[in-house]
């Protein structure tokens, strides 16, 4: 069974970094791509930042008001993605989704994964 697991969210001041971490196990062939998304109380869940992995490199897209603070990342050998954040302001508290696009096999086919979220919370 595939599954993502996030960590690293807590309280944070404003101005403040913290680093999450996602890590994905199980029978995977392939992760195409890993994203963050947030979800603030009262509101829908938001895109934040993606990492694609293609043959040359690997390709990153941020929300614009993340762009600058915020910085994606992946481990490949270890099946992980962290996202660096800095200069954190409160309106970024929310809770925190890892996301992949995988490539499984046998069959082939392909899965979306969800973890099951970390909190971050950023005080003024």
């Known amino acids: 069974q595939v599954q993502l697991v996030e960590s690293g969210g807590g309280l944070v001041q404003a101005g403040g970094s913290l680093r999450l971490s996602c890590v994905a196990s199980?029978?995977?062939?392939?992760?195409?791509?890993m994203a963050w998304y947030r979800q603030a109380p009262g509101k829908q869940r938001e895109f934040v930042a993606e990492?694609?992995?293609?043959?040359?490199?690997?390709?990153?897209n941020y929300r614009d008001s993340v762009k600058g603070r915020f910085t994606i990342s992946r481990d490949h050998a270890n099946n992980t993605v962290y996202l660096q954040m800095d200069n954190l302001k409160p309106e970024d508290t929310a809770v925190y989704y890892c996301?992949?696009?995988?490539?499984?096999?046998?069959?082939?086919?392909?899965?979306?994964?969800w973890g099951q979220g970390t909190l971050v919370t950023v005080s003024s």
């Open positions: 199980g029978t995977i062939f392939k992760i195409n791509a």
């Open positions: 996301h992949a696009d995988l490539t499984l096999l046998n069959p082939y086919r392909y899965l979306e994964v």
């Open positions: 990492i694609t992995t293609k043959p040359d490199a690997n390709y990153a």
